[in-house]
């Protein structure tokens, strides 16, 4: 997920910290496998989401479109939400910057993932590929979180805004079931 340099800045960094040349690789590995790579795929996972909502709530069509239509608009802004306190409490506590280029590629990966469609379409078959997606970003807040045990970015805080990012997204997970058991 880090670019050549965007690695080198933070070794050189490291360094200039006192840090020395073993201790800086060191630091490299853990940048490509550790908590931090997990955090970034988390943070794309979040971001896929929420444009994956968005373009449901412009997308829908069908009897039930209207009521689609909210919902959708309701799950976007639901992930929206969590996007942003998920990043500024990333950039505030482990200093990665998560420009644009650096983050689309695995975004566009999610999307591809998650989305089948590119047109106007029904309700149903929306609401099941939103579905899919929500478990799998309930399932990567639960890996980070298992991944940040014993990490010193486990602080009481961030545990606790994980906790409240996968609260928000069961409640569009329930959302999304009852909408598709309603009308199975
Ligand atoms: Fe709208």
Redesign the pocket.
């Known amino acids: 997920m880090f670019n050549k340099v965007k690695i080198a800045q933070i070794i050189k960094e490291a360094q200039e910290a006192g840090v020395d040349g073993a201790e800086a690789s060191k630091i490299l590995n853990e940048m490509k496998s550790g908590p931090e790579a997990k955090f970034l795929q988390t943070f794309c996972a979040l971001e896929a989401i929420a444009a994956l909502h968005q373009h449901a709530?412009?997308n829908v069509k069908g009897e039930n479109f209207y009521e689609d239509?909210l919902l959708f608009?309701r799950l976007y802004h639901n992930s929206t939400g969590s996007l942003d306190r998920f990043a500024e409490k990333l950039i505030g506590l482990i200093q990665i910057p998560i420009p644009a280029i650096l983050t689309s590629k695995k975004i566009s990966e999610y999307l591809e993932k998650w989305s089948s469609v590119d047109g106007q379409t029904k309700g149903e078959i929306l609401v099941k590929e939103a579905l899919a997606a929500e478990k799998d970003v309930i399932a990567l807040l639960r890996e980070l979180s298992d991944e940040l045990d014993g990490s010193p970015f486990k602080t009481l805080g961030f545990d606790d805004l994980i906790g409240n990012i996968a609260s928000v997204h069961e409640e569009s997970l329930y959302l999304l079931q009852q909408r598709l058991s309603s009308r199975s």
């Open positions: 709530h412009w239509h608009e």
